[in-house]
T-cell receptor
Framework: GESVGLHLPTLSVQEGDNSIINCAYS??????FIWYKQESGKGPQFIID?????DKRQGQRVTVLLNKTVKHLSLQIAATQPGDSAVYFC????????????FGSGTKLNVKP | DSGVTQTPKHLITATGQRVTLRCSPR?????VYWYQQSLDQGLQFLIQ???????AKGNILERFSAQQFPDLHSELNLSSLELGDSALYFC?????????????FGDGTRLSIL
């Protein structure tokens, strides 16, 4: 749903390990989801998207899993690198006529060398 | 580089003033979206334009307005500024305004109200 409050949870991982970032979305009618990465001083950067008719989609080093039953989205990053350190947001798009997204509050990923 | 350009990068002004933020969408994108990102509110959708026309409104204050010009660039006007308007303002663009299109973001304008 809409982002409320910003007490960012933080995930700390060792370089080379896999990371899993989770997101709970609020609207069962949402049919399209995007993961964004936001580095300090930059705008959100598109990473990967998934439509509601899929439950898994893979990109380069990233995998998104969608569980519509429990309204849960996750982003898996393989072999995490220092450059992956950022805040990660999930965004959901309602099944309406407008391309309007609601953003989660974000998770800060801290990669330790 | 997303291809979305926002100017200025930083803006410092005083309460009661008016500012204009500018956005050039990616080449070929017809739809422009404005967002506000503040520390206590996260990323909030303000307004969307498509090919010059307003398409959707979010949590946009009456003191704020926007427009999209024939060359598809967009401007967000903020007036009677208050301390609470201090935030990052992002513009995003997509090819169409139909549903399920990825939005690509610029690097934002940081607005500081003194």
């Amino acid at each position: 749903g809409e982002s409320v409050g910003l007490h960012l949870p933080t995930l700390s991982v060792q370089e080379g390990d896999n990371s899993i970032i989770n997101c709970a979305y609020s609207n069962s009618a949402s049919d399209y989801f995007i993961w964004y990465k936001q580095e300090s001083g930059k705008g959100p950067q598109f990473i990967i998207d998934i439509r509601s008719n899929m439950d898994k989609r893979q990109g380069q080093r990233v995998t998104v899993l969608l569980n519509k039953t429990v309204k849960h989205l996750s982003l898996q990053i393989a072999a995490t690198q220092p450059g992956d350190s950022a805040v990660y947001f999930c965004a959901e798009n309602l099944d309406d006529n407008f391309n309007k997204f609601y953003f989660g509050s974000g998770t800060k990923l801290n990669v330790k060398p | 580089d997303s291809g979305v350009t926002q100017t200025p990068k930083h803006l410092i002004t005083a309460t009661g003033q008016r500012v204009t933020l500018r956005c050039s969408p990616r080449s070929g994108d017809l739809s422009v979206y404005w967002y506000q990102q503040s520390l206590d509110q996260g990323l909030q959708f303000l307004i969307q334009y498509y090919n010059g026309e307003e398409r959707a409104k979010g949590n946009i204050l009456e003191r704020f307005s926007a427009q999209q010009f024939p060359d598809l660039h967009s401007e967000l006007n903020l007036s009677s500024l208050e301390l609470g308007d201090s935030a990052l303002y992002f513009c995003a663009s997509s090819k169409q305004d139909s549903n399920n299109q990825p939005q690509h973001f610029g690097d934002g304008t940081r607005l500081s109200i003194l």
